[in-house]
């Protein structure tokens, strides 16, 4: 499956350049992926072409506008599996989006004593925000823990949820980790209690298929510049139920149905939800992404991920002073791994691979309960997807080997 994809890298134009007088090898994509020129050539287009503000002009440029904003909410829905494109709310990201749900819909739902359950790996857009609802409601945030290796402990789960568990708000892939949450089991324990639950998606939509209504998840949230999509523009997915009990956040124009002085009528779902001028272009980009990413298929996408990190993981753990973080089950996990090199700090690591061509990130990764679980204060991180060569991996050993030898000896 690795070798099937490789007629696809030619679509992104980012890669053919040299950084630091080497091939660029893009393995930061956990942060954001690259944009095919098919995206590239759509924003272009429509700024060229058809911008114009959408739902609110009859004139020609404005309805074209509407009409691919529009279309897009139905490749959203269709895409993810919804049951129908008033399910399919655009937000700027993840973090915005699960705001909303924490903000707009479980706050005014929580007391005193009610609890939340998060897990230990969440990334802080999917922590922060239970944090903040919980002080003002007064509601307890239970964490669940991982195993060993670095999944979640599923027989912990299944403990904390008791009937005070009121919202259950999980990551589907760990930014860190890599492990794949088992959501549906999940899901289908949380409602057993009657808790409502929500799944942080952003690393798992551009990476495998996703069917929310077979994961029967209450909402889905996701970011387009994860799939290859424009920055600034995200999806809320929400059960159309849940949705109306949902409270906006924003207030202004174009989510209004009726204005008096005194008082305003609102839109019905999802238009109540977007208040003024939406990021136009990214939504349009996010369609483009869908067909581009249906055409090269999710399946596959997943498969040749597995190719490679099934190649890498055995090489990076081969190297002597090696740290991988993670599961070792390549089923358990995405193309997102963690690791530390003994004696070395990540932003070291990261400069030096950086000298020669290879992007990678060093930090907290945004999750720092979790780097406290861990040990350690940060990681670096190698994130894989489609474009992502058997010979990359290749030469990011080499490279990650020289920057070891080079901090012992002095030399790249």
Not at 274 to 292: D, F, K, Q
Not at 329 to 338: K, Y
Request: hydrophobic share 40%; proline share 4%.
């Amino acid at each position: 499956m690795a070798k099937n994809l490789k007629k696809y890298r030619a679509d992104f134009p980012i890669l053919k350049q040299l950084v630091n007088d080497e091939p660029l090898i893009y393995f930061d994509n956990a942060a954001t992926v690259q944009k095919p020129q098919v995206v590239i050539d759509t924003i272009s287009h429509y700024y060229e072409h058809d911008n114009a503000n959408v739902h609110r002009g009859v004139h020609t440029l404005a309805e074209r506008a509407t009409e691919q904003f529009e279309a897009t909410r139905q490749l959203v829905a269709d895409f993810i599996h919804s049951k129908s494109a008033d399910e399919i709310l655009f937000t700027k990201g993840t973090t915005e989006s699960l705001n909303l749900v924490a903000q707009g819909f479980a706050q005014n739902r929580l007391k005193p004593g009610d609890e939340i359950l998060i897990s230990i790996m969440e990334h802080h857009s999917n922590l922060v925000p239970w944090q903040q609802v919980a002080q003002k409601t007064g509601a307890k945030l239970v964490y669940v823990g991982l195993t060993d290796d670095g999944r979640l402990d599923i027989n912990d789960a299944r403990q904390k949820m008791t009937g005070k568990t009121k919202i259950v708000s999980l990551t589907q892939i760990s930014n860190v980790l890599g492990s794949i949450t088992p959501i549906k089991e999940l899901t289908r324990m949380a409602h057993h209690i009657g808790a409502i639950v929500i799944c942080d998606g952003a690393q798992s939509v551009p990476n495998m298929p996703i069917d929310v209504r077979d994961l029967d998840v209450d909402f889905f949230a996701f970011s387009g510049h994860k799939m290859g999509a424009a920055t600034g523009i995200g999806v809320l997915y929400g059960k159309n139920t849940y949705l109306n009990d949902m409270q906006p956040l924003e207030f202004g124009g174009e989510m209004i149905d009726f204005v008096e002085e005194q008082r305003s009528t609102f839109k019905e779902v999802p238009w109540k939800f977007e208040a003024g001028t939406p990021n136009i272009e990214g939504v349009i980009s996010l369609g483009a992404t869908i067909n581009y990413l249906k055409e090269v298929g999710m399946v596959n996408i997943h498969a040749h991920e597995q190719v490679l990190v099934a190649d890498l993981i055995p090489m990076l753990k081969a190297i002597p002073g090696v740290v991988v973080y993670g599961p070792t089950d390549i089923e358990q996990r995405s193309g997102v791994i963690s690791f530390n090199l003994v004696n070395l700090h990540p932003h070291d690591v990261a400069t030096a691979l950086d000298m020669q061509g290879i992007a990678v990130r060093a930090g907290h990764h945004c999750a720092q309960p979790l780097m406290k679980r861990m040990g350690v204060s940060s990681t670096v991180r190698i994130s894989l997807y489609l474009y992502n060569t058997l010979e990359e991996n290749q030469k990011f050993i080499e490279a990650l080997i020289a920057t070891k030898e080079f901090f012992k000896n002095g030399t790249i």
